[in-house]
């Protein structure tokens, strides 16, 4: 979770009121926020944030702006205050679309940049690209001193010999090539850009780079300085609604400080989501409805109508309602939205959760396991006992990872809005997840012996376009070793059937993650119950894997009516 510093005397600037440290105790679990440390000169503060999906509260803004609607005042910069007279354009070409394809952007002018406004711009920057953007690979911001730029700009991709610059943080111009290899945020951050024979590039109107997305600005007009009055905010990405939620998010930020915002057009090469033409900031929010029945029933308490309206007021919202519902339209730096709950928590929030009034169960039960868990913790011993090590994973994963990776294209349950591509899709098998531990391991000694087990989410054809999803459990086995060969993983597999009792054959089959010839079908019954095989040297690749692997997966459910009905013991008795 991001951990911020801001300056006491600032926040309540911004907040338009004096704010002593007891008092901001009390506030910030508005912004699910910890106070972690108070200089010296009881100003600085470092502030931990405790959610990942709220990258509007990562800053002495966010939070001043969340402490200003919780007081009821008025906020700066919202849509109405964001005006739609198109004065700039940025031209986005299409050899940039298989690399970085979006681009959003806008200007603040009369920023009045002093020292402390620019730490908090360059802080800001920094949590927003590397935790929300997931270390740049998703979200890059740049700013840039509006006054020498020429219209229209220009993003596309060009070979890295093709343009010169002088990168922040150097004297000499260098190639785009050079920056990557000799630049510090080139060393860091090339990486994202390999695999291309073309590099992204930003330049203006009288062809004068402005930056290497998503690398390093150019040092004659992306050096931001105190003194500056006018700034163009531009933020590049590979999905174009987080892109927007950015900009969005960073215009509030500087509105909120008494800068105009002044819209860029941007003109793409095909039609994206928004259109060929997009005018930002774009509000990207989308309104959604909340009924007293779903309040009641989740915070287990009878609310005003007044008070849960003027709730979601307080979280940003704005509020209309009707018979016992309320339709709220969040402001256009969110884009945490998904399900009514995430209303009725920015009800309790507000509120305050320590005015919920506790009560103890009205009826007594005596708890125990249930048999998927019972099943659960017996595989698990039996896979320690045969020398794997268990790792724990996310059910939710990135298409890349699932799909492109495996060299496979299962079916698979996808997020509406995610907020972060590496977390868009919930895993329909385990076995990306141990290739992405094994990719990590490198440095370990060998052999590598690991398993895991975990849900992933099936999707059921019902005919037609007709789909639904179920969640099963699964286990999954890995072995990585210069040695890894199918005959001895087989073994670990018999042993575990032979511990539940089960019977099971191998069938020849084809699958696209595994060698040809060297993978097969798990039957129990007359039912295929998982796969097992030698993964192809392609998908190795793929994932910089430079061990052979072998790896079965196994649907527990296939497994647990011959678990049940296992002659050899459990395991240690649990009684005294």
């Not at 930003?202 to 105190?226: C, F, H, M, Q, Y």
């Not at 979601?312 to 939205?337: F, I, K």
């Not at 020849?508 to 007359?526: D, Q, T, W």
Request: proline share 8%; glycine share 8%; aromatic share 6%.
């Amino acid at each position: 979770m991001p951990t911020i510093t801001i300056r006491r005397r600032e926040l309540a600037r911004l907040a338009g009121r004096a704010i002593p440290i007891d008092v901001l105790e009390g506030l910030l679990p508005l912004v699910k926020g910890e106070l972690k440390e108070v200089g010296a000169d009881g100003d600085e503060l470092k502030i931990e944030l405790n959610d990942s999906n709220r990258p509007d509260w990562w800053c002495a803004e966010g939070i001043a702006r969340q402490i200003r609607l919780h007081d009821g005042k008025p906020v700066r910069g919202l849509p109405g205050r964001m005006g739609r007279r198109v004065l700039r354009q940025i031209r986005v070409l299409a050899p940039v679309t298989p690399i970085r394809p979006f681009l959003g952007a806008c200007v603040a002018r009369n920023s009045n940049i002093n020292q402390s406004l620019l730490d908090q711009l360059i802080q800001t920057q920094e949590k927003l690209a590397e935790i929300f953007g997931q270390k740049r690979r998703a979200l890059s911001i740049g700013y840039y001193r509006l006054d020498p730029l020429t219209f229209p700009l220009t993003y596309t991709a060009v070979e890295p010999t093709a343009a010169v610059f002088t990168p922040l943080g150097m004297d000499q111009p260098l190639t785009l090539e050079a920056i990557l290899d000799e630049h510090p945020k080139g060393r860091e951050y090339g990486h994202l850009l390999r695999g291309s024979s073309l590099v992204p590039l930003l330049t203006d109107a009288k062809g004068r780079p402005l930056s290497l997305p998503p690398i390093v600005n150019s040092r004659e007009v992306g050096e931001v300085r105190p003194g500056d009055k006018h700034v163009l905010i531009e933020v590049t990405g590979t999905d174009l609604r987080l892109v927007s939620l950015l900009v969005n998010l960073l215009a509030q930020n500087l509105a909120d400080r008494g800068a105009t915002i002044e819209p860029v057009e941007i003109v793409y090469p095909r039609t994206t989501p928004y259109g060929r033409r997009v005018v930002m900031p774009h509000d990207i929010s989308r309104s959604m409805t909340v009924r007293r029945a779903e309040v009641d029933a989740v915070l287990g308490e009878r609310l005003a109508d007044g008070e849960i309206a003027r709730a979601l007021r307080q979280a940003g919202h704005r509020v209309t309602a009707a018979s016992g519902r309320w339709t709220a339209t969040p402001p256009p730096y969110r884009g945490d939205l998904m399900h009514p709950v995430d209303l009725i928590e920015d009800i309790a929030m507000q509120r305050g959760y320590d005015r919920l009034t506790p009560e103890l169960p009205a009826t007594f039960t005596v708890g125990g396991l249930s048999p998927e868990t019972r099943l659960e913790e017996q595989v698990r011993r039996w896979m320690i006992g045969l020398g794997f090590q268990e790792v724990m994973t996310n059910i939710l994963s990135s298409h890349s990872d699932l799909a492109e990776k495996m060299g496979a294209e299962p079916p698979m349950v996808e997020l509406e809005n995610p907020l972060s591509l590496q977390y868009a899709v919930l895993r329909p098998w385990l076995l990306p997840s141990l290739l992405r531990v094994e990719a990590a391991s490198g440095h370990a000694f060998y052999p590598h012996k690991m398993f895991e087990v975990g849900e992933v989410a099936t999707v059921i054809e019902e005919g037609g376009n007709s789909r639904k999803s179920r969640t099963d459990l699964r286990l999954a086995a890995m072995l990585a070793a210069p040695s890894a060969a199918f005959s001895e993983l087989h073994s670990s597999l018999e042993l575990l059937m032979l511990e539940a009792g089960a019977a099971y054959r191998l069938e020849p089959a084809v699958h696209p993650s595994f060698l040809e010839g060297r993978v097969g079908v798990i039957r129990i019954g007359e039912q295929a119950a998982g796969w097992i095989g030698e993964l192809h040297p392609a998908v190795l690749e793929r994932w910089k894997i430079t061990m052979p692997c072998v790896a079965w997966e196994l649907d527990l459910n296939r497994l647990r009516p011959a678990a049940r009905t296992s002659r050899r013991p459990a395991g240690p008795s649990s009684r005294g």
